[in-house]
């Protein structure tokens, strides 16, 4: 029988890993051990007999998850680390340590499961722990389903040159994502250059990135080394690579296949070593289709592909309780202690306020947030931020949200925003009313939420079983 160890400071925790674990959950006779110390989870490891661990990394004590992955390493036992602080910096460290993977608390139950079992059924095979330098500190934030799957991909680039194609939308955090994966790599102590494909004309763009030959062009008085030459051992984003010519993306394929260069006017080849990240907020694959980029460029650049999710995307629900857990409120607390601190300043965001912008829909992503948060704390007229302070974009779509509602209707508002599982509109308007009737008692303000009069109202809460109406509570 296969034994894994579960440890965490909590028993509850602990216990109903044991369930998840059974035999009827995952369909393999485990035999399941459980510690809520280190020290206690040491001893265990010590007696040795143990296939898998699935520890927490904060234990609440001296020693975290970290360091019985450390210790249960030589022995041959795989780990899975559980967080309730997805960060980058904990993900890389987690598998540069030599973890099997690692999830975020609070967990999707099927994917705890789909991972033991991998890591069971692949133990053998895995590789052992990179002997890297801690990185720098990561300010990539957010613990997220969607954000883990970028963090994961991360660290699985560590000491890898393959190309990375970095999807999403605008202002998503793409840049900060190839900027992780440069200081995440051997090239780190090398030059990581940026720049915008879509802000140069084609000829300009060639200069800078190829260099030109002396009499080249009017002005090319002297030969000069182009980007790719300065940056050769470190890595190159082009970003917005949608946006490029036919005729340049022939030249870029050759940059990728022959990792050599030709500056403008130049019949002479050059060696570069170069890590390319490419990034776009278009869909490259609809271009190829359309003739509008070069499929083998295509194929040469997305040979590992990066989605950076949308700010609206970024959040899940726990499966015990039904709340909404997001990366949103910690991204407004790491851009408010960011200003605060640039600015040697104190503010505080009002409960109220800080409500409204959990709510908003942030189309502008992660670049809109940081962008209000600067705004708010150079504009607001007091040390606590409140509504009366936030920029018209954000007031307007409250108002048509209707984000005057009870805190309480926040995860009913923020089903608008799961695509994948729209709810019908009558099934929209029943939680709707519901959620008002857990925390309104008196119906003639239901009704007046609503816009509705109280009769309509008794007669809908009646068709809806919702109630029997009446006088009580008006």
């Not at 789909?114 to 300010?139: F, G, Y």
Request: with cysteine; proline share 3%.
């Amino acid at each position: 029988m296969i034994r894994v160890l579960v440890v965490d400071d909590s028993r509850e925790t602990c216990d109903l890993l044991e369930l998840l674990l059974s035999k009827e959950e995952v369909g393999m006779d485990l035999e399941v051990v459980k510690a809520t110390r280190p020290e206690e989870a040491m001893e265990l490891l010590r007696g040795g007999g143990f296939e898998l661990m699935l520890s927490d990394i904060n234990l609440e004590a001296s020693l975290d998850g970290l360091d019985l992955l450390r210790f249960a390493k030589p022995l041959g036992v795989e780990t899975i680390l559980l967080t309730g602080f997805g960060t980058l910096e904990k993900a890389l460290e987690a598998v540069r340590e030599g973890a099997f993977d690692f999830i975020s608390k609070p967990w999707n139950n099927e994917e705890l499961k789909t991972l033991v079992k991998r890591a069971i059924v692949r133990k053998e095979s895995r590789s052992a722990p990179s002997s890297n330098p801690r990185l720098q500190r990561s300010v990539m934030i957010g613990s997220s389903p969607k954000m883990m799957d970028v963090y994961r991909t991360i660290a699985s680039l560590q000491n890898s040159r393959t190309t990375v194609l970095i999807t999403g939308e605008s202002g998503t955090g793409k840049e900060l994502v190839a900027r992780t994966i440069h200081a995440s790599s051997d090239r780190k102590d090398r030059p990581f250059v940026a720049i915008n494909c879509g802000a140069m004309t084609e000829t300009l763009l060639e200069s800078e990135l190829f260099g030109h030959a002396k009499g080249s062009f009017t002005g090319a008085v002297s030969d000069k080394k182009g980007l790719f030459e300065e940056a050769t051992g470190g890595t190159i984003l082009l970003d917005e690579i949608g946006e490029t010519s036919p005729s340049f993306q022939v030249r870029m394929l050759r940059v990728l296949q022959e990792q050599e260069v030709r500056r403008v006017g130049s019949t002479k080849m050059v060696k570069v070593d170069l890590r390319i990240i490419a990034a776009t907020n278009r869909d490259l694959a609809e271009m190829v289709k359309t003739g509008k980029f070069r499929e083998d460029l295509y194929y040469r650049l997305s040979v590992v592909e990066i989605r950076v999710p949308a700010l609206r995307e970024r959040w899940s629900r726990d499966e015990n309780s039904g709340r909404i857990i997001s990366d949103i409120p910690l991204l407004l607390d790491h851009f408010l202690a960011e200003f605060n601190q640039r600015n040697s300043q104190n503010y505080a965001i009002r409960q109220d306020a800080r409500q409204i912008l959990e709510r908003y829909t942030w189309p502008g992503n992660v670049r809109e947030m940081a962008n209000v948060i600067e705004h708010l704390t150079q504009l607001s007229r007091g040390r606590e931020i409140t509504p009366e302070d936030f920029p018209d974009k954000i007031k307007e779509e409250m108002r048509t949200r209707h984000v005057e509602l009870p805190h309480a209707a926040a995860p009913l508002l923020e089903l608008i925003v799961d695509w994948d599982h729209l709810p019908t509109l009558d099934e929209l308007e029943r939680r709707y009313i519901q959620v008002l009737l857990k925390h309104q008692h008196k119906k003639s303000r239901i009704a007046e939420i609503l816009g509705k009069d109280r009769t309509t109202l008794y007669r809908k809460l009646r068709d809806m079983g919702l109630g029997e109406g009446g006088e009580e509570g008006a």
